[in-house]
């Protein structure tokens, strides 16, 4: 069996997806991780790729607009499915107002956590405009950050928090999916 970094290409088929809005098929085992396919062949280095076991977060990437861990999620599970990366999140040169925030706050030494916090965050607003502490410190709970800028972080949610109540961009977040 041949193989790419984690994509098979032995019993591959043509699977389908939305991919920051627009159609991108695969040529790819059911079993491939969706993290293989966005970094591997999308070139989407957003999504990073942390502990491949689903327990970091790094990887996370919205799928019909619910926050997944790309690493731990098959292609073949998802055909047909919309995905949003880091990258798809921004409206031209406009950045999303949760990646204001974290810019904001300075919300990063290495960054590599960035994403899923981000993701992370995107997440909870659409669900939930206005959260509690409880429900911020909830949501990202399960997204290590081997840096320690918890707290910048958390002043970074509260940010887009306001960001989003200031500019009603909670549409453009809803349709971020
Ligand atoms: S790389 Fe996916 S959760 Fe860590
Ligand atoms: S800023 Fe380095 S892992 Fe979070």
Known sequence: MSRRKGVHTMSSRSITLSVNG??????????????YALRNDCGLNGPKFGCGLGECGACAVLVDGRAVRSCTVKLGAIAGRTVT????????TDLHPVQQAFI???AAQC??????????????LRHKANPTEADIRAA???HL???GTHLEILAAVR???????????????SSAS
């Not at 695969?26 to 969706?34: D, N, V």
């Not at 990366?85 to 031209?92: D, F, K, N, Q, V």
């Not at 960054?111 to 909870?124: D, E, F, P």
């Open 145 to 147: 950050c081997r840096c």
């Open 22 to 35: 627009e159609c991108r098929s695969f040529e790819a085992s059911a079993e491939t991780p969706l993290l």
């Open 85 to 92: 990366t880091l990258e798809g999140l921004a409206s031209g």
């Open 159 to 173: 940010r887009a928090r306001e960001l989003l109540a200031e500019t009603g961009h909670q549409q453009e977040a």
């Open 140 to 142: 990202l709970r399960r």
């Open 104 to 106: 904001d706050m300075q």
């Open 111 to 124: 960054g590599y956590c960035l994403n899923g916090m981000v993701i992370a965050t995107v997440a909870l």
